[in-house]
């Protein structure tokens, strides 16, 4: 009986099994703070030393156009942890709450909670979520209770003799974490350091559990203070390092968009202040720039301890590696230092995904617009733990890892993946709050009023167009909160609406000194073609596609107005466009945009109703598909009637 039972065992043993084989995904994912993507191989860069970085990028996904949807930290990191953007989060800046406190995504499942209901392990250290934002890193919604989460910290290590920055006067920024300086001393006394010890001990532990796992860490530099251990600052000591070929304030720019934040030598505490039309000294640029590049490079060799126990545990071929950054970093470029703009290099980020079961995507680049409120979707579909509950904001890119060539995947409201859109609330650092400032002089004299105002940024392949608009809350009308912009201020009202435009054609994203960004062309009217096209995409995306969770949907939206008390059929008298008499109430005249919009009609249909009311030559049909609050709308006004030229084209006034 005994051999018998032995010769069975050993003939099923050699039948392949019926049950399918474990095709999920570990995820170990890797946020670095303020992290820019300037790695010496991955995105063609010549001076930071980031061996780690280029051999996982020679094996992942390289996105090279990847975005944030906010550039700082908290707003960006409520948006990819939960998959929403801004305006649905309602987090724009450190100061705030979060989607948890503020009402807005008490349910809402988050990225590592995902995992979690799926049966993944999830185990999270340093900074994921903004630290207090949600409070206690969202546990235990968020993390499996299997060990402690690692808790976050920027400063456990100080510079010798540090001095505290010394009082200034004026306008600007500087904290007691804007500080650079190289530290002798064990390694262990580091921040980052600990984190790595903690990661590579959650994996070890998670490498004996049955089912799968979600590792985050988020790792303190290259955030300020730049407190690096000695032998990294010294490994840059015969590199040249270059400062930024621009490094006067861009011609042109809109006065709400520059941000003033400064630095302070810790050994005396003095303060560098850029000014409007006066950058910080050369030296202490290049200074900074080396501690910036030292403190990447100590992440980059802390990742590299990390990775190197994947290795050891034979778990590499079961694990999607992924690394990028919260938001972009300046250093010097056009006299801004930090982030917390809708300029280029705040809001560009690295994003590398090494997808072990998509062999196609490996040590590929992808030039298709990836923003990090599609991580979320993304690893949900390459881990295969099955679609996301919620609705999110992002999409899944997971096509891409099987065609990185691709350049749309579909996406109604990404415009199908061709842009990225970013949104930063306005300044009010250059004294220029209401012009723009040229040669280091504002453009309009009345700019010492300090309305609240919201840029919004498009980027497409070939430009970034970025509007600055006043919010509707300065009409003092308490019910309406500080973030509702006013679509429909114009170049001339107070407060006035503000545009730029930045030329990116021909920009592979390699030159970090891309010409392009060093001056607004906005202001040349040869522009207005492309202005007019890109107000319209940003006007879509941020009135129509994005508020649509808004809790107080206030201001008027001209391109969508409420549903027409009457039929659109036959022409409505003088040509006015139709309202119901509630809209007017307290808006006196109305401006609208010359087109008429129809959703489910075909062209043909569209332009032949144009033709039924008269207006087939002033007529323009646009096709805006199923987006909520368009579908079927029909728009009648008056095409002869108080015409006038503005920076949206012709608008006709309505008297209500």
Not at 247 to 270: K, L, V
Not at 489 to 507: C, F, I, K, Q, W
Not at 522 to 547: G, K, W
Request: aromatic share 12%; charged share 20%.
């Amino acid at each position: 009986m005994a051999a018998l039972e032995l010769a069975t065992a050993a003939i099923l043993a050699a039948v392949p099994s019926s049950r399918p084989l474990d095709t999920r995904f570990n995820v170990l994912y890797f946020i670095a703070d303020d992290l820019r993507p300037e790695f010496l191989a991955s995105y063609g860069q010549k001076v930071m030393i980031t061996p780690t970085l280029d051999k996982l990028a020679s094996e992942a996904l390289v996105f090279d156009k990847g975005y944030c949807s906010v550039a700082v930290c908290s707003p960006s990191r409520n948006s990819f942890m939960s998959g929403r953007r801004p305006f649905h989060t309602l987090i724009f800046d450190n100061s705030g709450t979060d989607f948890r406190e503020n009402g807005q995504g008490v349910n809402w499942t988050t990225m590592p909670e995902h995992f979690k209901l799926n049966n993944w392990t999830t185990l999270g250290g340093g900074k994921t979520f903004h630290p207090g934002h949600p409070a206690n890193w969202d546990q235990p919604r968020s993390w499996s209770q299997d060990r402690p989460y690692y808790p976050f910290s920027y400063t456990i290590t100080k510079c010798p003799n540090s001095k505290g920055p010394k009082p200034i006067n004026g306008s600007g920024q500087c904290s007691g974490i804007d500080t650079w300086c190289p530290i002798p001393g064990p390694e262990s006394q580091f921040y980052d350091d600990g984190l790595a010890n903690d990661t590579i001990a959650r994996i070890r532990y998670a490498a004996g559990l049955d089912n799968p796992w979600f590792i985050q860490s988020g790792f303190a530099r290259p955030h300020a203070p730049w407190h690096v251990p000695q032998r990294f600052w010294d490994l840059y000591d015969d590199v040249e390092i270059p400062l930024a070929t621009y490094r006067e304030t861009i011609q042109g720019m809109a006065g709400q968009a520059w941000h003033q934040q400064g630095f302070y030598n810790s050994t005396d505490g003095q303060v560098y202040m850029p000014e409007i039309n006066a950058p910080i000294p050369d030296d202490v640029q290049r200074s900074v720039r080396r501690a910036y590049y030292a403190s990447v490079t100590w992440v980059d060799y802390q990742i590299g301890r990390v990775l190197a126990v994947l290795d050891e545990l034979n778990l590499t071929e079961k694990t999607i590696v992924l690394l990028h950054g919260d938001h972009g970093w300046q250093l010097g470029e056009h006299n801004d230092f930090h982030k917390q703009t809708n300029f280029e290099l705040a809001t560009r980020i690295p994003l590398i995904i090494k997808a072990p079961g998509k062999p196609a995507s490996h040590g590929k680049h992808a030039s298709i617009f990836a923003e990090l409120v599609d991580v979320y979707p993304t690893l949900a579909a390459l881990a295969n733990t099955g679609t996301p509950k919620d609705s999110l904001d992002g999409i899944s890119l997971e096509a891409v890892f099987d065609d990185p060539t691709l350049t749309t995947i579909p996406s109604p409201d990404t415009l199908n993946k061709t842009v990225a859109f970013t949104q930063y609330p306005g300044q009010t650092f250059s004294g220029c709050n209401y012009g723009y400032v040229v040669n280091g002089q504002c453009s309009n004299p009345n700019s010492t009023a300090t309305a609240k105002y919201m840029g919004f940024s498009v980027r497409t392949h070939d430009f970034r167009y970025t509007v600055w608009l006043p919010s509707l809350f300065n009409q003092n009308d308490p019910s309406i909160p500080a973030i509702v912009p006013d679509w429909n201020a114009t170049n001339t009202s107070t407060p006035p609406r503000l545009v730029e435009l930045y030329d990116h054609r021909g920009d592979d994203g390699t030159n970090f000194d891309w010409p392009g960004n060093d001056r607004n062309i906005a202001l040349d009217p040869e522009n207005d073609a492309v202005i007019d096209s890109m107000h319209q995409i940003a006007y879509t995306f941020f009135q129509h596609v994005m508020p649509a969770a808004h809790p107080v949907p206030h201001g008027p939206t001209p391109p969508t107005p409420p549903a027409p008390p009457v039929p659109c059929t036959g022409s409505p008298g003088a040509g006015w466009r139709i309202y119901p008499k509630s809209f007017c109430a307290g808006r006196g005249e109305k401006t609208v945009p010359r087109y008429f919009y129809h959703g489910s009609e075909d062209l043909a249909a569209c332009q032949a109703k144009c033709a039924g009311f008269g207006r087939a030559t002033e007529c323009k049909c646009l096709d805006y598909g199923n987006i909520p609050g368009y579908a079927g709308a029909c728009h009648l006004q008056n095409e002869t009637t108080n015409l006038k030229k503005s920076g949206d084209g012709l608008t006709a006034y309505i008297p209500c």
